[in-house]
């Protein structure tokens, strides 16, 4: 299985942009990334996925480099409501890291 | 729509007794995976079901067991249960097929306990 890198945590001021990235250089050619987020208490939930173009959804971008070693998930007006653990699962999107815990500051 | 849901939401156990938990997929879901998240962890992927049969096993031992029934919701199980079992089981769904490109739908989880 393709193996991440992610940050431990980040921090961002509310209403501003936050850029997570996310190194996943064992990944195949067929692998798919997708980022899940986990709020305090809850089950994690679906942000976005793609392949190998940038994605854009309501909730998020996704910038994935050329090369598809890493991807950044950008969230572009951070709310106090987005402070949860990032979770970028590439390959079979089964197995998850320890992820990015984002603390959004007022 | 009914989202997954998962029974029960707490639960507390001794050593040695052994458990089970459920989960109903979210609806027009076929496929059902069960993960395991100790306190400040990633989720850990135990197994998953696809037309009532075990599909892809992640590092746990035989003590954790599933189950899928025909209207897709399941079941896991685990046996002599130790301290280290204490975590919150999250149930995922997400249809068949390109599960690889599937978004996977979480339920609350289940907290279970060991004493």
């Known amino acids: 299985d393709a193996k991440t890198t992610q940050p431990n945590s980040m921090e961002s001021n509310e209403e501003e942009p936050v850029h997570l990235p996310c190194n996943h250089s064992?990944?195949?050619?067929?692998?798919?990334i997708h980022w899940y987020r986990q709020l305090p208490s809850q089950g994690p939930e679906y942000v976005i996925h793609g392949l190998t173009s940038n994605v854009n959804n309501r909730m998020a971008s996704l910038a994935i480099a050329e090369d598809r070693k890493s991807s950044t998930l950008i969230l572009h007006r951070a709310t106090l409501r987005d402070a949860a653990v990032y979770y970028c699962?590439?390959?079979?999107?089964?197995?998850f890291g320890t992820g990015t815990r984002l603390t959004v500051i007022p | 729509d009914a989202g997954v849901t998962q029974s029960p939401t707490h639960l507390i156990k001794t050593r040695g007794q052994q458990v089970t938990l459920r989960c109903s997929p979210k609806?027009?879901?076929?496929?059902v995976s069960w993960y395991q998240q100790a306190l400040g962890q990633g989720p850990q992927f135990i197994f998953q079901?696809?037309?009532?049969?075990?599909?892809q096993r992640g590092n746990f031992p035989d003590r954790f067991s599933g189950h899928q029934f025909p209207n897709y919701s399941s079941e896991l199980n685990v046996n002599a249960l130790l301290l280290g079992d204490s975590a919150l089981y999250l149930c995922?769904?997400?249809?068949?097929?390109?599960?690889?490109?599937?978004?996977?739908?979480f339920g609350p989880g289940t907290r279970l306990l060991v004493l």
């Open positions: 699962i590439p390959a079979n999107n089964l197995f």
């Open positions: 079901y696809y037309e009532e049969e075990e599909r």
């Open positions: 609806s027009g879901h076929d496929t």
């Open positions: 064992t990944i195949s050619g067929t692998d798919y």
């Open positions: 995922a769904s997400s249809s068949s097929g390109q599960v690889y490109q599937e978004t996977q739908y």
